[in-house]
């Protein structure tokens, strides 16, 4: 069932957050985010502490879902960029490597134009990232490498519940 | 796709809650959201019609505890029930952990309770799974209701495989937590055996 589960180790996690936080400068963006497609938060950047980043994370999946079904109707594999305008803040969503969502929150100090220049090298960067994370976890898989999962117990599991 | 972070060290898996329209889906969500602490829960999101039948989906994030320092929290969805929203069922079953079929034990509903399941089993294989390899829970609903059918007929029809199953009165929440904690059970049971 879980064949193609995301494993992301602190050094994988590190490597995300300085790409995301060198976008932030050279973007000018409030706030950047890193969704899986399945809508759980990888990573996050910028001034916008303190929103709901899981709500955020699982509206942005279903989004781009949508969106992705769209896509198909119409003959298209993939609407990969997506720019919400809003009065003050903007939101721009990039899917990357098919798995990820990039999503920039930004106002009037920066544009639409200057976005797209950034997000784009970002964007290679960061599916470069997960090619890796992805490889890794196929060959952990492979080799039957023990993660604190494989040595939980029963007993692990129902201790979960019984408070 | 459960998805494992070393870095924050949480283990993150999707529960789908699936069932005909009406059945109620999103009552569970609502009992379980209003039974949990505030700090084991997020907010919840609808994004249901005007008169509150669910669009796309329902979305709730629950956190259950530490499992060998480990945080394991549960983003529970359910589907819109409605025949006619089978292209949304379809991208929220996308990278499921665990499933609770939610059945309408009224006699009535009976016919929309098997079309469901099979819509659930054809809309799994799609994306290469087995609905009997999958951490899956059903939940017998509205049992409180006069005309719902005796249980063993249900079974009969809905159940021959054997799954977990539970009978539930959602809108007071008996058998809610019990479908929850068996599913999660099961969900965590198969991550441990994948990764074995």
Not at chain 2, 18 to 32: D, E, V
């Given at each position: ?7 992301m ?51 942005t ?8 079904g ?83 117990t ?10 | ?12 898996c ?21 039974k ?55 991208l ?105």
């Amino acid at each position: 069932m879980n064949d193609t589960q995301l494993v992301m180790y602190d050094e994988d996690f590190r490597k995300i957050l300085a790409v995301v936080q060198r976008l932030v400068q050279d973007a000018n963006a409030k706030g950047i985010f890193v969704v899986d497609r399945n809508g759980q938060l990888i990573a996050e950047a910028g001034e916008m502490r303190g929103i709901d980043t899981t709500s955020l994370a699982s509206l942005t999946a279903g989004c781009i879902a949508a969106t992705g079904g769209l896509a198909k109707i119409v003959g298209e594999e993939e609407f990969p960029v997506h720019f919400h305008q809003g009065q003050q803040d903007n939101l721009h969503m990039t899917l990357v490597a098919g798995r990820i969502i990039l999503v920039v929150v930004f106002d009037d100090r920066s544009s639409l134009g200057l976005v797209r220049l950034r997000v784009k090298k970002a964007g290679a960067e960061l599916a470069k990232i997960f090619e890796e994370i992805r490889k890794k976890t196929e060959q952990e898989q492979a080799g039957g490498a023990g993660t604190p999962f494989s040595e939980i117990t029963d007993e692990d599991i129902d201790n979960l519940f019984s408070v | 796709m459960s998805f494992i972070n070393y870095s924050s060290r949480e283990i993150n898996c999707k529960i789908v809650y699936y069932g005909p329209g009406l059945c109620g889906k999103t009552t569970n969500l609502q009992f379980i959201y209003n039974k949990t602490n505030p700090d084991l829960k997020g907010k919840m999101i609808s994004l249901a019609t005007e008169t509150e039948r669910t669009l796309f989906f329902d979305f709730l994030p629950l956190a259950l505890g530490q499992i060998r320092g480990f945080k394991t929290r549960f983003h529970l969805y359910t589907v819109p029930g409605q025949v006619f929203y089978d292209a949304s069922r379809k991208l929220i079953l996308k990278g499921v952990d665990g499933v609770v079929f939610v059945a309408d034990s009224q006699i009535e509903r009976m016919e929309a309770n098997i079309e469901s399941l099979d819509n659930l089993k054809l809309n799994l294989a799609e994306q290469g799974y087995d609905l009997h390899k999958t951490p899956c829970v059903i939940q017998y609903n509205k049992r409180d209701l006069p005309n719902s059918a005796p249980l063993e007929e249900i079974q009969k029809v809905l159940n021959p495989s054997d799954m977990p199953e539970f009978e539930a009165c959602a809108t007071t929440g008996e058998g809610v937590f019990e479908t929850l904690k068996a599913v999660a059970r099961l969900v965590l049971r198969d991550l441990k055996q994948m990764n074995r």
